[in-house]
């Protein structure tokens, strides 16, 4: 199985800065057919699913704000928050797309300095 | 725009097999555009994708080794849904159960259920 590994598990950041969350996978996730990682981020709030952020290792799903981003490749990722707003406050999981089983990074709490 | 509506009971006894359907709005359960997962998470667990099935000119399924001796996801084409069985559950299965679709374009998951807590307990 495809472990990921998040860091840190949780951080406080002041309203308007950057948030970085960084996701480690114990081997590639490339997908060659499609020439692109198979890399996605979730946001959760209690009490709700998991809401898709961005797949592709970068690339926004419709209607996410463009101050999330995604960055990496091969077994490097980062999710960022270029400016932290109050309704961010969330954890945020990495997940890996590539291989059976599916499998999910521990989550990074994301919380208001 | 995709729903999908989980039901099912909350509380099952040890031994006993935990059972709860994901009805889908806004795609079909036979698309050949689709797979039909479910999740589930918990506090030691964290997120855990169980197994999931798909049709592509007939129906398949993946499993997690985890459960594999344990897990049956099937389709229901008639009622436009899609099933999870768990057998023999213990304590350990107490959990927040996600039904989600997975796209085959972008390959990810992007449409969820609400999800449904399921306590295993006498």
């Known amino acids: 199985d495809i472990v990921l590994t998040q860091s840190p598990d949780s951080l406080a950041v002041s309203l308007g800065e950057r948030a970085t969350i960084n996701c480690k996978s114990s081997?590639?996730?490339?997908?060659?057919?499609?020439?692109?990682?198979?890399l996605a981020w979730y946001q959760q709030k209690p009490g709700q699913p998991p809401k898709l952020l961005i797949y592709w290792a970068s690339t926004r799903e419709s209607g996410v704000p463009d101050r999330f981003s995604g960055s990496g490749s091969g077994t490097d990722f980062t999710l960022s928050i270029s400016s932290l707003q109050a309704e961010d406050v969330a954890v945020y999981y990495c997940?890996?797309?590539?291989?059976?089983?599916?499998?999910f990074g521990g989550g990074t709490k994301v919380e208001i300095k | 725009q995709v729903q999908l509506q989980q039901s099912g009971p909350g509380l099952v006894k040890p031994s006993q097999t935990l059972s709860l359907t994901c009805a889908i709005s806004g795609d079909s359960v036979s698309s050949n555009s689709a797979t039909w997962n479910w999740i589930r998470q918990s506090p030691s667990r964290g997120l855990e994708w169980l197994g999931r099935?798909?049709?592509?000119?007939?129906?398949?399924?993946d499993y997690a080794l985890s459960v594999k001796s344990r897990i049956t996801v099937s389709p229901d084409t008639s009622e436009n849904q899609f099933s999870l069985q768990l057998n023999s559950v213990t304590p350990e299965d107490t959990a927040v159960y996600f039904c989600?679709?997975?796209?085959?374009?972008?390959?990810?998951?992007?449409?969820w259920g609400r999800g449904t807590l399921v306590t295993v307990s006498s």
């Open positions: 081997q590639s996730v490339f997908f060659s057919s499609r020439n692109k990682d198979s």
């Open positions: 099935t798909y049709y592509r000119s007939k129906w398949s399924n």
């Open positions: 997940h890996q797309y590539s291989t059976i089983p599916l499998t």
């Open positions: 989600a679709r997975g796209d085959v374009n972008k390959r990810v998951l992007d449409y």
